[in-house]
């Protein structure tokens, strides 16, 4: 755990290979998306903090391994500069098992989670 860690949004449940860091992982790999995580169109909209030890602009894919279904759509917002913290949502279509990889400048991270969707998460 580099100074990035310690910098980065949900330091405590982050993930990392030193070029790369993301934050605000879910326990146990799992998404446990209440009503609030939910938009109207039935897509469970998530934030992630990223840390880039590498200069360039992020982008994320992910795609779900357990079925098939759209991939996850990002939102990277701009004004972060090239290195450093960089505030982005994902939009999961579905439920399901997925691969989320951010990628900066030939440098990449992936991390597997499963999302599901419950009336009252975390009751």
């Known amino acids: 755990p580099g100074p990035a860690k ?3 949004f949900g330091w405590g449940a982050s993930y990392g290979n030193g070029d790369l860091w993301v934050g605000g992982l879910w326990p146990h790999g799992v998404i446990d998306a209440g009503p609030s995580f939910v938009d109207h169109f039935g897509r469970v909209v998530m934030k992630f ?23 996850v759509r990002s939102d990277i917002p701009n004004g972060y500069g090239s290195k450093g913290f960089q505030a982005t949502g994902v939009i999961f279509p579905t439920e399901g098992c997925w691969e989320v990889t951010g990628t900066v400048d030939g440098s990449s991270l992936s991390f597997v989670t499963f999302v599901i969707m419950r009336a009252n998460a975390g009751t």
Do not use: F, N
């Open 6 to 8: 310690q910098g980065l």
């Open 49 to 71: 903090g990223w840390w880039r030890e590498v200069a360039g602009q992020l982008r994320i894919t992910g795609r779900r391994l357990d079925a098939s279904a759209p991939p």
